[in-house]
């Protein structure tokens, strides 16, 4: 059982000519290791006879698989209780989150052990209840290293350090675990110094008082001293150099690491696959790739990273190339590996390289990995193919909180705001629990589908019932959603409860509400909203033209010309539009006033016919009513 052997236990324990309690207590307790809860509960009830060994063990058993209520008729239904018993029950409740249920557990025992006490501060500390926690601990007749231990933690990490040091001072004894407890103590307050202090006064010292302060002198960039004192560890492993440089890296101190992996030999594959990471998490590629084709040996691990960082760092191409590589020469791909290929190819230009992919995955049998249909659904989604999005979602066996947000905000992008709203609802009957991306694409929708009502009433669920404080985009959309149907005032009013929620409003709420004002021509609101984008970004070329726009169309050329002068003296140009179109597996990218297209002059040609044919169709439509309508041959 110890080992998971479940079969054979099974099989020896059926041959036994004879059994004792021993024999069926060690059967149940093993299949409560092994998670056979219902095994080893139908086995309890089978016995033919028990002792408390065997009650306890159910108990504990059934608390550690969440079966509060089962647990409790045990324990009600038990003939006698040992202090053991008792424990078990206040252990089981503190572990399922019901910590005042173990206090009044815990209050009824008729005798307690310092195990039963400290159960039950422990608890109260970590559950944040500290008065109670530390009325608990004045009432111990006897205390032992664990109890103070607890207290001096609990009080530390509430930022109650000199309570927390008078409990140190005032131990008869003390262990390693409480000098880590109370240095950690001071660490977490930013008083790393004192923790310093404290840490070459202690008596013994064990791998955690080390690696915590290394770990408090990394967080305090004070990199030279925690390499230093990791050079005077007794003790080095792997392991523990990987950690600490995580934790370097996590600082961003990658140059002041890889300096040292280069002079140190304390670096394997996986610490130069966390500096390959650090390295494109600083958006320096060359160093990253660099590191890559140097390592003499590379894992699955390494590959996938670099292939996602390349990605990441707008290198879609380096990155499919690198993919192509690991299939030739590398090791063999894995879930990882198609993921993150998967997310490459939705900022592609073209579909194909993700169809083919998505070949590949089945043909692998990786499909039946969520996280591999999760990337697939998101990247048909963000490349506009809906149909197989919804296909590939439909077929999946299963869905997290990813899978419902990837098909819920694609068709939201794509302006099919019933569909993503009808999406959500059916997440709703599941177990998923939506999150703040979920709200995202469901007031998105709203504003697609100009459902203002539902809109401002899913923007208090996500507040009231799912307790979501809204984030920028959020506020954005309810923006967006006011001013497209040119509530302007309604919004205006928004966000000035915003303000009085102590919630500064970003730039891109303004955009938002500028937008509103181009479509509805309010000059004075958006006059309002352009100054405030500006204020943060004054080099946003658009702001400036929609400003401009504004004015022209209210007749104030004055204030338009104002605009252009503030524009120029500014140094901002208008960024040329871009727009590309898949055609024979091929993408082609055009580029406003660029005219290197090899097909430029077809693609004009064929613009002046489609010109002339929009006259001529307008003419016969309605004669009277044409208007010349000019099309602006840029090669855009």
């Known amino acids: 059982m110890r080992n998971g052997l479940v079969e054979e236990a099974q099989k020896l324990f059926d041959k036994m000519p004879q059994r004792n309690t021993v024999t069926w207590n060690a059967m149940i307790r093993g299949f409560f290791i092994n998670g056979r809860f219902v095994e080893a509960v139908g086995l309890f009830d089978r016995m033919p006879e028990r002792d408390i060994f065997s009650y306890n063990t159910v108990i504990d058993g059934l608390m550690q698989c969440g079966d509060v209520d089962g647990a409790r008729e045990i324990f009600d239904g038990m003939p006698f209780r040992d202090v053991i018993t008792w424990n078990s029950m206040v252990s089981g409740y503190i572990r399922n989150g019901m910590i005042y249920k173990a206090v009044e557990v815990f209050d009824e025992m008729p005798l307690k052990d310092v195990i039963s006490w400290n159960l039950v501060v422990g608890g109260l500390v970590n559950c944040g209840d500290l008065d109670l926690a530390e009325e608990y601990f004045r009432r111990m007749s006897a205390r032992d290293i664990v109890s103070w231990t607890i207290m001096i933690s609990g009080l530390a990490s509430a930022g109650r350090v000199v309570e927390a040091c008078e409990l140190f001072e005032n131990m008869p004894i003390r262990d390693v675990q409480a000098w880590n407890a109370m240095m950690v103590g001071y660490i977490e307050n930013g008083h790393i110094e004192i923790a310093e202090d404290l840490f070459w006064k202690m008596p013994e010292r064990n791998f955690e008082s080390w690696n915590e302060l290394v770990s408090g002198l990394v967080r305090s960039k004070r990199v030279a001293d925690a390499i230093k004192l990791f050079m005077e560890m007794p003790l080095k492993c792997q392991r523990m150099w990987n950690s600490i440089q995580l934790e370097l890296i996590r600082n961003g101190l990658i140059k002041e690491v890889h300096a040292f992996m280069e002079k140190f030999p304390y670096s394997d594959v996986v610490s130069w696959t966390n500096l390959i990471v650090g390295y494109f998490g600083l958006g320096e590629v060359g160093s990253a790739i660099q590191i890559f084709e140097l390592m003499p040996t590379r894992d699955a691990t390494v590959w996938n990273a670099t292939i996602f960082g390349l990605g990441g760092n707008d290198q879609a191409e380096e990155g499919l190339k690198l993919f192509m590589r690991m299939k030739e020469s590398g090791p063999s791909v894995d879930k990882a590996t198609f993921t993150s290929v998967l997310t490459i190819c939705s900022d592609l230009p073209t579909l194909q390289f993700g169809k083919q992919t998505h070949a590949e995955v089945i043909k692998s049998g990786f499909n039946s990995f969520i996280s591999v249909s999760n990337a697939m659904v998101t990247m048909y989604a963000r490349c506009g193919n809906m149909p197989s999005a919804l296909l590939e979602f439909s077929t999946m066996s299963s869905h997290d909180i990813i899978s419902w947000n990837s098909i819920i905000c694609g068709f939201a992008h794509h302006g099919n705001g019933e569909k993503a709203l009808e999406m959500f609802e059916r997440m709703r009957l599941t177990d998923a629990m939506p999150n703040h991306i979920t709200f995202v694409g469901v007031l998105s929708a709203c504003s697609h589908a100009g459902l203002i009502d539902q809109g401002k009433n899913y923007f208090d669920f996500m507040k009231s019932k799912c307790c979501l404080q809204p984030t920028i985009e959020h506020y954005t959309c309810i923006v967006d959603l006011l001013g497209r149907f040119g509530l302007i005032d309604e919004a205006m009013n928004f966000l000035d409860q915003m303000r009085a929620d102590g919630v500064e409003v970003p730039a891109s709420v303004w955009g938002a509400l500028l937008g509103a004002c181009r479509i509805y021509n309010n000059i004075e609101v958006g006059k309002i909203a352009g100054e405030r984008v500006l204020e943060v970004e004054p080099c946003n070329s658009g702001v400036y033209l929609i400003l401009a726009e504004l004015f022209l169309s209210g007749g104030r050329r004055e204030d ?77």
């Open 560 to 636: 338009a010309e104002k605009i252009w002068a503030r524009m120029k003296e500014k140094g901002v140009k208008k960024q040329p539009g871009c727009s590309w179109i898949e055609v024979n597996n091929s993408a082609h990218i055009f580029l406003s006033g660029d005219s290197s297209h090899p097909e430029f002059n077809r693609i004009h040609c064929v613009l002046d016919l489609i010109h002339m044919e929009l006259e001529i169709k307008i003419i016969e439509s309605n004669p009277a009513s044409f208007q010349q309508i000019q099309v602006p041959l840029d090669g855009h």
